[in-house]
């Protein structure tokens, strides 16, 4: 039976890369594995694909009892498939902290690893085999590292994710600036998407002192697009939240260039979370918080309410 390969709902270049990498991986080890997408993909995920000739992978909106898969690029059920906990888990490969909550049919193989990237991870495991990937794999894996990185910006770049994308930049003759300056403008082109999907193109569910959030990010090297729609986005939030089972959206539009994230003020409740996660003074309805590049590092461990 195939073993599917897929990683977390709102797939980024690193839920959409690591599968088919992943599949590859498997297939060339003699495994029958197929990459699979869990919604669709953001527009610098899409350019990647096609920039290295893939076929954006199937979305799937569940899987069957007893479906061998590999989860990659998460560990956090509500990020998974409703069904995952009846499924075949063969592995767990991701960066991520451990959530808990996943039930398996036996024993597994997981790897988490405090790396920027979950292909960083994937390499490392891969040992020998890595040396036999194509030239459009290894340009995934660099696309990959470049997008959770933020082209090394992000303060969750390890040495290793750096001197791995460094070396794939060498064997393919690529400039590594060049490159991600496109991949940065096509995940800025969001002209396409209404304010819902916006909202959630980048989104996590997170907990915090018993309120629900949807905490959503924004990369960009042009936030004045994302910023132009500033009203009509928050006008969205409450009907987002709603749909999706949270009390409250908060918003970053991350300058990529500025290195800094700007952070949209709806209500009381986000001005409050602002001030007491961020240190921040609060007078209009966007704050700047200078220097917050990561939810994984900066922004999730310091929420506070």
Not at 104 to 117: F, H, S, V, Y
Not at 174 to 202: C, G, P
Request: glycine share 6%.
């Amino acid at each position: 039976m195939t073993t599917l390969v897929f990683g977390h709902k709102a797939p980024d270049t690193d839920s959409t890369g690591a599968p088919l990498i992943w599949a590859w991986y498997l297939s060339h080890k003699g495994e029958a594995a197929e990459a699979r997408l869990l919604g669709q993909p953001n527009t610098e995920a899409t350019f990647v694909a096609q920039r290295w000739g893939f076929d954006l992978p199937a979305v799937i909106e569940d899987v069957a009892d007893d479906q061998p898969c590999v989860i990659v690029d998460t560990n956090n059920p509500a990020e998974l498939p409703a069904n995952i906990n009846n499924a075949d888990v063969r592995a767990i490969i991701d960066h991520h902290k451990l959530v808990g909550g996943l039930e398996t049919k036996g024993p597994i193989d997981i790897t988490i690893r405090p790396l920027a990237c979950t292909v960083t991870v994937m390499h490392g495991l891969m040992g020998d085999d890595a040396a036999a990937m194509p030239d459009a794999i290894k340009g995934l894996m660099l696309s990959c590292i470049l997008s959770d990185t933020l082209e090394f910006r992000s303060p969750t770049t390890t040495d290793t994710d750096r001197a791995l994308a460094e070396s794939l930049a060498a064997d393919l003759g690529i400039n590594i600036a060049d490159y991600a300056a496109e991949m940065f403008t096509a995940k800025s082109d969001v002209s396409a998407f209404s304010d819902a999907e916006l909202i959630r193109m980048d989104s996590k569910a997170y907990e915090v002192g018993g309120t629900n959030f949807r905490v959503s990010v924004l990369e960009t090297t042009a936030p004045q697009i994302v910023m132009d729609r500033k009203d009509s986005l928050m006008a969205s939030m409450p009907a987002v939240a709603a749909e999706d089972g949270v009390d409250q959206v908060l918003l970053f539009v991350v300058d990529i260039l500025k290195e800094e994230a700007t952070l949209l003020v709806p209500n009381d409740l986000v001005k409050t979370v602002a001030e007491k996660s961020f240190g921040a003074s609060v007078s209009g309805d966007t704050v700047v918080l200078p220097g917050i590049m990561s939810r994984k590092k900066q922004i999730i461990p310091n929420l506070a309410v």
